[in-house]
Nanobody, 124 residues
Framework: VQLLESGGDSVQAGGSLTLSCMAS???????LAWFRQPPGKEREAVAA????????FYADSVEGRFIIYHDVPERTMYLHMNNLTLEDTAMYIC????????????????????WGQGTQVTVS
C-alpha cells in the first residue's frame, strides 16, 4: 500500500493551498487522515474523513478553514486549506487505515496503518 502526498508549497499568510494524497487501495469502509508536524514539535492531527467523503473530522485549530475530502474514482484524498497562518507551517503527512474509526479515534495517529512520506507547507 502506497500513500503519496503532493501539493506542498511556500505561501503567504492568508493564502490557500490544496494538498493531495494518492491512496490507490483505499475506497469505502476506510478512514483517511492528514497529520502535520511543525518544526521542532510533535506530530498532530489535522483532519480525517471516511472513505468516499461521507463524514469528516477536524482539529479545533483548523475547523472552518480546512476542508478534507476523498474522491474514490480518483483514489485521492485532498486537503483544501484556506486562510493559512504562520502556525500552519509544517510537514503534512497523510495516513489511512482499512476500517471506519469512531470519533475521537479518527484523530489519533496510533489508529492508522499506513503512512505517506509527507509534503512541506511553509507559510510566511
Amino acid at each position: 500500500v502506497q500513500l503519496l502526498e503532493s501539493g506542498g508549497d511556500s505561501v503567504q499568510a492568508g493564502g490557500s493551498l490544496t494538498l493531495s494524497c494518492m491512496a490507490s487501495t483505499y475506497t469505502y469502509s476506510s478512514t483517511l487522515a492528514w497529520f502535520r508536524q511543525p518544526p521542532g514539535k510533535e506530530r498532530e492531527a489535522v483532519a480525517a474523513v471516511y472513505g468516499g467523503g461521507g463524514t469528516s473530522f477536524y482539529a479545533d485549530s483548523v475547523e472552518g478553514r480546512f476542508i478534507i475530502y476523498h474522491d474514490v474514482p480518483e483514489r485521492t484524498m485532498y486537503l483544501h486549506m484556506n486562510n493559512l497562518t504562520l502556525e500552519d507551517t509544517a510537514m503534512y503527512i497523510c495516513a489511512a487505515t482499512p476500517r471506519l474509526l469512531a470519533a475521537p479515534l479518527t484523530l489519533q495517529q496510533g489508529q492508522y496503518k499506513h503512512w505517506g512520506q509527507g509534503t512541506q507547507v511553509t507559510v510566511s
